[in-house]
């Protein structure tokens, strides 16, 4: 394990047997060429709320946009702890992923620019902002705010030859392997 990568548990409880841990560098590919993340936020009464969105890796961290007004930014104010998903809806093949972590909102302008070209690369490079001094805007004039979530926990959920590995970030003990 290099000082760049996390440290992986295998779960045997919920693996096949021979299977092994999925190497992280298969994991921060799927999470680098993924088009679409599905991210849970908790309301204010606790209820859950998911949706999909694009999001990009970038410098360890995944990052996503939301308006101001759309429900997982009225959700954020209150509880910024997030799940966001990618993977295959198919049962016997590919890897699916699961990213947890505290939303944090980033402003600074060097980093807005780095975000904005590196969305450009999602989906065929439809996906192009303007950075604001708030975040984004889009082409059409709708403004995004923009998150970066820090790992402190990411599932990885092997199919076909099943097998689940959480990783642990810079000490984090809550990655122990449980579903």
Same mark, same amino acid.
């Given at each position: 394990?290099? $000082? ?20 992280? %560098? ?48 009225? /959700? ?12 295959? /809806? ?13 939303? %944090? ?37 709708? %403004? ?7 790992? $402190? ?12 590995? $959480? ?13």
């Amino acid at each position: 394990m290099s $000082a760049n990568e996390p440290e992986a548990r295998f779960d045997e409880r919920f693996s096949d047997p021979g299977a092994g841990a999925t190497p992280w %560098e298969t994991v921060r590919e799927v999470l680098e060429s993924a088009q679409l993340f599905w991210i849970t936020t908790v309301r204010s009464d606790g209820r859950p709320h998911v949706t999909p969105l694009v999001a990009v890796w970038l410098d360890g961290q995944l990052h996503f946009t939301t308006g101001t007004e759309e429900q997982k930014a009225v /959700n954020l104010v209150g509880n910024r702890q997030v799940a966001l998903a990618t993977g295959c /809806n198919q049962w016997d093949r590919g890897l699916d992923v699961v990213v947890e972590g505290l939303a %944090e909102r980033i402003t600074a302008r060097p980093a807005l620019e780095r975000l904005a070209a590196a969305w450009t690369t999602k989906w065929n490079g439809e996906w192009r902002f303007r950075v604001t001094a708030e975040g984004f805007a889009h082409q059409d004039g709708g %403004e995004a705010l923009v998150f970066a979530v820090r790992p $402190a926990k990411v599932l990885a959920f092997a199919k076909g030859g099943f097998g689940q590995t $959480a990783y642990r970030f810079d000490g984090d003990r809550t990655a122990e392997p449980r579903t």
